[in-house]
């Protein structure tokens, strides 16, 4: 018998979002559907404006669409209330933001202790769990610096260390590297790699094609709706020899590779192809 396909990590189906201002209404998600499964690397890219912080929101569980249905591990978001809400995507979800959001006086210990903190695990406990996150992104001897005494690469190594301590299912990345010389950039797309292949699902909301070349699919969004949804082969760290290929239309062929994503693609009103 055929293995029964996986639950999605994210169902999203037909999306909307409507903006009103005043007597003006913004529909910034006309329609979105969209599925990711565990251990997916998705890059969402588009204009400025074309709706992709506003998904973003909505994946993250910071925000309610206006319409249609958006699950996370088949839980229904729009049927929980708030504490529940906040429970999930604090269960599944860890955030990272392109200007890291770390908090100035604290030592890259207590800030990436703090997520432990509200999930309500015991002191001696949550150290330890910290540490760990603090050296699987490289700064375990760094554990008692402040964001002053870190690098930009740093900072954002302790906020990556903050999204993946309480082990969540999901690690999303607004702009990850936009504040970022090309290097330290380049540092932190490595660091999501070795992420990802240990099972971390990654989405990370970019428009700097470096970033999206990096994963292996790419959402690409204009005027509120998802117009392609391609596989690619990742291109790889500049070290590296490059890869030919690096953005594969949803059209072409796509190479052989077992561990490729099982790919949805969406049409435009929706529907998945
Ligand atoms: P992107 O992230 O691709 O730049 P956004 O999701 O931020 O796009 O915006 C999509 C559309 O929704 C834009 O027209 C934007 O002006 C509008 N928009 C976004 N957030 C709000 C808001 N809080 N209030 C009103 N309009 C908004």
Do not use: C, W
Request: net charge neutral; no cysteine; glycine share 8%.
């Amino acid at each position: 018998m055929p293995d029964a396909p996986s639950q999605p990590l994210i169902e999203i189906i037909d999306l909307t979002k409507v903006y009103t201002m005043g007597t003006v209404e913004v529909h910034a998600l006309r329609g979105v559907s969209l599925t990711i499964q565990p251990g997916e690397y998705v890059a969402i890219v588009g204009a400025s404006g074309s709706g992709k912080s506003t998904l973003m929101n909505m994946i993250g569980l910071l925000d309610q669409p206006t319409g249609g249905i958006y699950r996370v591990r088949g839980t229904e978001s729009q049927k929980l209330g708030k504490k529940a809400l906040a429970d999930l995507r604090n269960r599944e979800i860890g955030f990272v933001f392109q200007r890291f959001n770390l908090l100035a006086r604290a030592t890259a210990m207590r800030q990436v202790e703090l997520p432990l903190f509200y999930a309500g695990i015991s002191a001696g406990k949550s150290k330890q769990m910290a540490k760990d996150a603090l050296t699987k992104v490289g700064l375990g001897e760094r554990t008692h610096h402040r964001p002053e005494e870190l690098s930009g690469g740093q900072q954002q190594r302790v906020a990556i260390a903050r999204a993946i301590v309480n082990q969540p299912s999901l690690l999303l990345a607004d702009e990850p590297t936009g504040a970022l010389d090309t290097h330290t950039g380049e540092e932190i797309l490595t660091l999501f790699e070795n992420l990802h292949s240990q099972g971390l699902t990654l989405v990370v909301v970019t428009h700097d094609p470096d970033v999206a070349g990096r994963a292996h699919r790419v959402i690409t969004m204009r005027d509120g709706l998802i117009v392609e949804d391609a596989a690619q082969i990742p291109s790889q760290a500049a070290a590296s020899p490059p890869i030919p290929v690096s953005v594969a239309s949803a059209s072409q062929p796509l190479a052989p590779t077992a561990a490729r994503p099982q790919i949805v693609l969406e049409t435009l009103d929706g529907a998945a192809a």
